[in-house]
C-alpha cells in the first residue's frame, strides 16, 4: 500500500496538524517544527516493501525531533537509513551529528532520541528497516548512527545508487518487488558491519551479500568500457575463480550477462522521445559497444529486430542511421 502526502491539497491553516497526524500514522512519531506555518509544502509517498518502509519526500525548510518520549512508543523497532537527494541537512544523535551533502547516507535508531534540520529545504528518501530483521546488537547500531557515509565509507556508495533505484516508484510496482526487501536489509547489514571496528563481524554478511555486491556494482558501471572480471574481483577483493563460482550459483555467465544487461540499456534508451537526436551507433558506445556492426547484430539476436527498427517502432521521428 502506498500513503501519498501532498500538503497542496490542505488549506494553509490546516497543513500543519494534518502533515503531523499523516507523519505519525504512516512513517514515525515525530514533533514538526516550521520556520513559518504560511508556507508549509510537503510532497511525498510512503510504501511498505516487505519488511522494509519507504518514503519519499520533499518539503520546505523543517526541523524533525524524535523526543525521549516519542521514542519510547511502541514502534516496532527500527532504524532508519535516509538518503540525501538534493540540498543539505543535519542528522543530529546522541554525541554525534553529520551534515548530508547529496549521495551521502545516515543511519539513526528511532529507539533513541533524533534531529533531522532541514534549513535548506528536505529532499530525501527514508528506509525504516526492523532492528529485529539485522540481527545485530545494539551497540553495533549505536556505532554507526550519525554519521556522514559518503562515497568514501565501506559500501555506502553501493548502497545509495542501490536505495535510490529501489525508492523508484516503477521497481515499487513490479510483480514481486517485496522479495527485494530481504536482499535490502543483507545490504544495509553489510554496510553497518564494515564500519564497525571488529573485522570479524563483518565477513558473514560481507560474504551472503557478495552476489548481489557484485550484480549492482556491474549495473553501476556498465556503460565503462574497461569493466572486465578481472577489475571487477579486484574490486570485492576476490579472485577471479571466487568471481565465477558465486556467480554460478544463480547460474550467471558474466561475459553473457554484461552484454545482456548492456542491450537492455540500449534498448531502453532508443525508445525514449530523444532517441531520434543521436545516432544508434553513438547509443550503442555509450553502453560499451564499440563497433556498430556488431552492436547491430547482438541487438537483432536479443530481439528479432534491428536497432533502427526498433527505435522507429517506438519513436515517431526517424532519426539517425547506423
Given at each position: 500500500m502506498t500513503t501519498i502526502i501532498d500538503t497542496g491539497a490542505v488549506p494553509r491553516g490546516e497543513r500543519a496538524e494534518a502533515l503531523r497526524d499523516l507523519v505519525w500514522r504512516s512513517i514515525v512519531r515525530v514533533e514538526l517544527d516550521h520556520p513559518?506555518?504560511?508556507?508549509?509544502?510537503?510532497r511525498g509517498a510512503v510504501s511498505d516493501l516487505g519488511r522494509v518502509s519507504i518514503a519519499s519526500i520533499r518539503a520546505s525548510p523543517i526541523t524533525v525531533r524524535r523526543t525521549s518520549s516519542l521514542a519510547g512508543d511502541d514502534l516496532e523497532p527500527s532504524i532508519f537509513v535516509s538518503v540525501q537527494l538534493s540540498g543539505s541537512s543535519l542528522v543530529i544523535q546522541g554525541d554525534r551529528e553529520a551534515v548530508l551533502r547529496p549521495g551521502d547516507l545516515a543511519i539513526y535508531d528511532a529507539t533513541v532520541p533524533y534531529t533531522l534540520v532541514n534549513d535548506e529545504g528536505l529532499h530525501l528518501h527514508y528506509f525504516r528497516v526492523p532492528i529485529g530483521e539485522l540481527a545485530?546488537?545494539?551497540?553495533?547500531?549505536?556505532?554507526?548512527?550519525?554519521?556522514?557515509?559518503?562515497?568514501?565509507?565501506?559500501?555506502?556508495?553501493?548502497t545509495s545508487g542501490y536505495l535510490r533505484r529501489l525508492a523508484g516508484a516503477e521497481v515499487r510496482?513490479?510483480?514481486?518487488?517485496?522479495a527485494l526487501s530481504q536482499p535490502s536489509i543483507g545490504l544495509i547489514r553489510a554496510l553497518i558491519t564494515t564500519l564497525l571496528p571488529e573485522p570479524g563481524m563483518a565477513r558473514e554478511p560481507l560474504e551472503g551479500t557478495l552476489q548481489f555486491r557484485i550484480v549492482e556494482y556491474v549495473r553501476a558501471h556498465l556503460a565503462e568500457p574497461d569493466l572486465s572480471?578481472?577489475?571487477?574481483?579486484?574490486?570485492?577483493?576476490?579472485?577471479?575463480?571466487?568471481?565465477?563460482?558465486?556467480?554460478a550459483r544463480?547460474?550467471?555467465?558474466?561475459?553473457?550477462?554484461?552484454?545482456?544487461?548492456?542491450l537492455e540499456e540500449c534498448r531502453r534508451e532508443l525508445a525514449t522521445p530523444g532517441a531520434a537526436?543521436?545516432?544508434?551507433?553513438?547509443?550503442?558506445?555509450?553502453?560499451?559497444?564499440?563497433d556498430a556492426t556488431n552492436f547491430g547484430r547482438a541487438f537483432s539476436r536479443a530481439y528479432g529486430m534491428s536497432p533502427r527498427d526498433w527505435r522507429n517502432r517506438h519513436v515517431p521521428e526517424r532519426g539517425q542511421s547506423l
Open positions: 513559518s506555518a504560511d508556507e508549509i509544502a510537503v545485530l546488537p545494539r551497540t553495533a547500531i549505536s556505532q554507526v548512527s550519525a554519521l556522514r557515509l559518503g562515497p568514501d565509507r565501506g559500501l555506502a556508495d553501493l510496482e513490479l510483480a514481486g518487488a517485496e572480471a578481472a577489475r571487477i574481483a579486484a574490486e570485492h577483493h576476490i579472485s577471479l575463480r571466487h568471481l565465477y563460482a558465486t556467480l544463480s547460474e550467471i555467465v558474466l561475459g553473457e550477462w554484461i552484454r545482456a544487461q548492456r537526436r543521436i545516432s544508434i551507433a553513438a547509443v550503442g558506445r555509450r553502453w560499451g559497444f564499440g
